[in-house]
């Protein structure tokens, strides 16, 4: 495909108004919309118009299309990353917690520093590096306390796995050499190993998502974690789900809470969500039909 350069002008807020009207977009309040446009910007709000359009290839719009619709899409979206981002901190506290402990007791605390008990020795030494990158810039008061009382190059794992992220948490799990340890770590959420690590994966990938404020509800994800073939808890009974849709990850989510909190409100704070925002297509975000009726969700939201 031959590449051309980008040649369209930069629309001052009025023009790019009077653009969308010109494509079939209906407004309520222009004074209003202006000012969003100023503050959330024109190409974020298009993530959430698209949906809205005639033709995926055209910029023309549905009969009916409002900027309100498209606002409404983008508030949802706001919302829904603020609840996972809040409920995927305790699933991060709770693995990174049982990592730290298994692999402490079978391997002593400082195990992060055993290359023996990796993989990748090159994966490994680079991961050390980016730990240590991450402790020199920390300004935890924990991190000062130990670097000034001991001589240690890292404090033990579990201290260190606190400044650690979700994505190198994963990074780290993944390469470890297959061991009781590591089993016990994927065991204690009723999960097999090669699946646990899919999870994270997936996990950390929405959690970067969020934290760059990027569209989420109808993403088609570039993580597509594995479908497994038995839990040891409750587990959709629906084997058909597409596992590149958000779907996929709140049912995970749900999943892992079950395990740390069983009296989560995960679920009812998420269909109170789409009772606020009734226009929500569920579909695009690769809800089956009969959802509310897989164990797994039933018992965590209001029917």
């Known amino acids: 495909m031959t590449k051309i350069s980008y040649t369209k002008p930069f629309l001052p807020l009025q023009e790019q108004l009077e653009q969308l009207k010109q494509r079939g977009m209906k407004f309520a309040d222009e004074e209003k919309a202006l000012h969003l446009l100023r503050n959330i910007g024109y190409y974020r709000f298009s993530g959430y118009w698209h949906p809205l359009l005639a033709d995926r290839q055209s910029p023309v719009f549905k009969p009916g299309a409002s900027f309100e619709t498209a606002f409404n899409l ?65 300004d935890e008061d924990f991190i000062r306390a130990f670097t000034a009382r001991y001589s240690n190059p890292m404090p033990p794992s579990f201290i260190t796995l606190e400044i650690v992220s979700f994505g190198m948490l994963s990074r780290l799990y993944e390469n470890l050499k297959s061991d009781i340890a590591k089993r016990e770590i994927s065991q204690t959420f009723g999960l097999a190993d090669m699946v646990f690590i899919s999870w994270l994966h997936g996990l950390a990938y929405i959690r970067n998502v969020c934290a760059h404020h990027a ?19 409750i587990w959709l009974a629906d084997r058909n789900v597409r596992n590149n849709h958000i779907y996929y990850i709140l049912s995970m989510m749900v999943y892992f809470l079950n395990t740390v909190n069983p009296k989560h409100t995960f679920g009812q704070k998420f269909d109170g969500l789409l009772r606020k925002y009734p226009n929500v297509d569920v579909r695009a975000m690769g809800f089956p039909a009969a959802w509310r009726d897989e164990q797994l969700w039933q018992q965590h939201i209001n029917q």
């Not at 692999?103 to 730990?131: C, P, Q, Y």
């Not at 088609?220 to 040891?232: D, G, S």
């Open 74 to 138: 983008y508030k949802f979206d706001r919302e829904l990353r603020k609840l996972i981002i809040g409920e995927l901190e305790k699933i991060e506290v709770a693995v990174r917690t049982q990592m730290a402990y298994s692999l402490s007791i079978a391997h002593g605390s400082f195990w992060m520093d055993n290359e023996t008990l990796f993989t990748d020795t090159v994966k490994h030494r680079a991961a050390l590096d980016k730990i240590n990158s991450e402790m020199q810039r920390s």
């Open 215 to 233: 569209r989420l509800w109808n993403k088609l994800l570039q993580i597509q974690p594995l479908f497994p073939r038995r839990t040891q808890y």
